[in-house]
Structure formats: structure tokens, C-alpha cells
């Protein structure tokens, strides 16, 4: 393989882990050229849409035109924050490699100290997450959440700038890509371990077509089969309870002593 394509949504948090997975495969195959291709997803010019009952437009909102660049040979590869992928994918296409896992947690960044415990009663908390909003009503109820939407940086500026917002939730591991020089002066970042997180959170997907022996033999080389082995087992829960990237499901897995532990939450509708 000369040249390798990699489709990415164009958001800057998309694009540095395009960059991982770009720097990862040369890693690996040194002789390999990658090229980064930008799609715009559903997503990404819906920004009226509600990412918490995002209804039948749910289903693929972040990953449709990837998929169909994809079908296209527009791409040889599609980068997904494994969060965001349907656990079913369309006929022909498949997962090639998931490489290792970042951090998965969840942080809370907030104008008070101390985190969840630490906000004033009442306080308001923005997230675009059904399953975030049901955590935090089970961890401190009576907590008011606001919906938010824009790319991470976006959502920081909102949250420095409105003076109704007292925090924002956001994966760690997105945070982490991007740097947290980002965060504005003022706002404290802290890590909240009691909050589990979405199915896949902190991994990345790396969707290819079934049978381009050529592309899935390249991504061979940067699979990490521990990640992989929690995050299928993640995902299944998913599965099995019906449920879309919007469920308000938590579940992480973990190996110990070579078998997948999974631990989950399951909601109902938010108060």
C-alpha cells in the first residue's frame, strides 16, 4: 500500500485523533503515506439537534458520512471515538483495529472547587450526554443539567462565559488529546471517579471495509487485543439492552487475571 486514507470529521478533537492513529500506522510502517481526509457529518451541521433524545437521527448522527466515504472508496479508514459508533455496523464494513485505550474517565470542569461535591446546591451542569444527567441526579440529586452542544473548545468558552453555568462534564480523554491548555483561567478541572463511564469511552474505532486485506493487514500492527476485549464486551451490554450511543447505559470492563470484568449502570428516563 502506497497511500492511506484516513477520513476524520473535522472538529479539532476528531483531528488530533486522526493524528494518533496517522502517527501510530507510520510508527509501524515507515514507508507508509498517509493522507487525512475531513468529512462533515450530520452531526456536526445539525447543531439544533438534541444529543439527548436525538430520535432517528440518532443512529449514525457522527458516523453516516464516514461510512458512506467509506462505501465510496472516498477513504480507506474512518477515525471513531468508539463511543459514538453503533454497535451495529452497516453490512460490509467492520471494525479493523482498536488501539490502546486512553484514560476512560469522565472530568467535571467547574468555576467551584472540590467537583461534583464541591458544587452549590441548585448548581447547573452542562452536558449533551443522557447518561451523564442521570449520573449526576443519582450522585448529587437536585443538581439542574443544561443541554450543550459544539465542539470541545466551544463548550469550555460557553462555560466560562455564562454565568448560568456552574460546570461541564467532558471525557478525559478528549481533553487529554487536546491539551488542557484549553481550559480557561478560572475553571478547575477534576476527575470524577464515580462517574462510569459510556460504553467504549477513551477508545478509539477504526472502521475500514470487510475484505480490504490490504488496509486491515496494515491496521494489524497498532490493534491492542486487552483494549479490545473490554470494549467488545462494553459494547454487547449495549447491544443486548437494545440501546443506542444516546442510552443512558454506563459500563467499563476490565481484565483481571485474564478474564473481562464488567461493571454498569442502567437508567431510566432523567428525572
Same mark, same amino acid.
Given at each position: 500500500?502506497?497511500?492511506?486514507?484516513?477520513?476524520?470529521?473535522?472538529?479539532?478533537?476528531?483531528?488530533?485523533?486522526?493524528?494518533?492513529?496517522?502517527?501510530?500506522?507510520? $510508527?509501524?510502517?515507515?514507508?507508509?503515506?498517509?493522507?487525512?481526509?475531513?468529512? &462533515?457529518?450530520?452531526? !456536526?451541521?445539525?447543531?439544533?439537534?438534541?444529543?439527548? /433524545?436525538?430520535?432517528?437521527?440518532?443512529?449514525?448522527?457522527?458516523? &453516516?458520512?464516514?461510512?458512506?466515504?467509506?462505501?465510496?472508496?472516498?477513504?480507506?479508514?474512518?477515525?471513531?471515538?468508539?463511543?459514538?459508533?453503533?454497535?451495529?455496523?452497516?453490512?460490509?464494513?467492520?471494525?479493523?483495529? %482498536?488501539?490502546?485505550?486512553?484514560?476512560?474517565? !469522565?472530568?467535571?470542569? +467547574?468555576?467551584?472547587?472540590?467537583?461534583?461535591?464541591?458544587?452549590?446546591?441548585?448548581?447547573?451542569?452542562?452536558?449533551?450526554?443522557?447518561?451523564?444527567?442521570?449520573?449526576?441526579?443519582?450522585?448529587?440529586? =437536585?443538581? #439542574?443539567?443544561?443541554?450543550?452542544?459544539? /465542539?470541545?473548545?466551544?463548550?469550555?468558552?460557553?462555560? $466560562?462565559? !455564562?454565568?448560568?453555568?456552574?460546570?461541564?462534564?467532558?471525557?478525559?480523554?478528549?481533553?487529554? #488529546?487536546?491539551?488542557?491548555? %484549553?481550559?480557561?483561567?478560572?475553571?478547575?478541572?477534576?476527575?470524577?471517579?464515580?462517574?462510569?463511564?459510556?460504553?467504549?469511552?477513551?477508545?478509539?474505532?477504526?472502521?475500514?471495509?470487510? =475484505?480490504?486485506?490490504?488496509?486491515?493487514?496494515?491496521?494489524?500492527?497498532?490493534?491492542?487485543?486487552?483494549?479490545?476485549?473490554?470494549?467488545?464486551?462494553?459494547?454487547?451490554?449495549?447491544? $443486548?439492552?437494545?440501546?443506542?450511543? $444516546?442510552?443512558?447505559?454506563?459500563?467499563?470492563?476490565?481484565?483481571? /487475571? /485474564?478474564?473481562?470484568?464488567?461493571? +454498569?449502570?442502567?437508567?431510566?428516563?432523567?428525572?
Amino acid at each position: 500500500m502506497k497511500t492511506l486514507i484516513i477520513g476524520t470529521r473535522g472538529s479539532a478533537l476528531a483531528l488530533a485523533q486522526a493524528t494518533i492513529v496517522s502517527d501510530l500506522l507510520i $510508527a509501524k510502517h515507515p514507508d507508509l503515506c498517509v493522507e487525512r481526509r475531513i468529512i &462533515k457529518t450530520i452531526g !456536526d451541521e445539525r447543531l439544533d439537534i438534541d444529543l439527548t /433524545n436525538p430520535g432517528d437521527l440518532g443512529k449514525g448522527l457522527f458516523t &453516516k458520512q464516514l461510512e458512506d466515504a467509506l462505501f465510496s472508496r472516498e477513504i480507506d479508514l474512518a477515525v471513531h471515538s468508539l463511543k459514538d459508533l453503533p454497535v451495529e455496523l452497516p453490512a460490509g464494513l467492520v471494525l479493523g483495529a %482498536i488501539p490502546e485505550r486512553a484514560d476512560f474517565a !469522565d472530568v467535571l470542569v +467547574s468555576k467551584h472547587a472540590g467537583g461534583i461535591a464541591g458544587l452549590p446546591a441548585g448548581a447547573t451542569v452542562a452536558t449533551s450526554s443522557h447518561r451523564r444527567e442521570c449520573l449526576l441526579e443519582y450522585l448529587r440529586p =437536585g443538581l #439542574r443539567t443544561s443541554a450543550i452542544r459544539g /465542539n470541545v473548545p466551544t463548550r469550555l468558552k460557553k462555560l $466560562a462565559e !455564562d454565568p448560568a453555568l456552574d460546570a461541564l462534564v467532558l471525557a478525559k480523554a478528549g481533553l487529554d #488529546r487536546l491539551g488542557h491548555h %484549553i481550559v480557561p483561567d478560572g475553571l478547575l478541572v477534576t476527575v470524577e471517579t464515580g462517574m462510569l463511564p459510556a460504553p467504549g469511552q477513551g477508545a478509539l474505532g477504526l472502521e475500514c471495509r470487510e =475484505g480490504d486485506e490490504e488496509t486491515l493487514h496494515v491496521l494489524e500492527a497498532i490493534h491492542h487485543e486487552d483494549t479490545a476485549r473490554c470494549v467488545h464486551a462494553e459494547r454487547a451490554l449495549l447491544l $443486548a439492552l437494545g440501546g443506542g450511543c $444516546a442510552s443512558p447505559v454506563a459500563a467499563h470492563a476490565t481484565l483481571i /487475571n /485474564n478474564k473481562v470484568v464488567l461493571r +454498569s449502570m442502567i437508567f431510566g428516563e432523567a428525572s
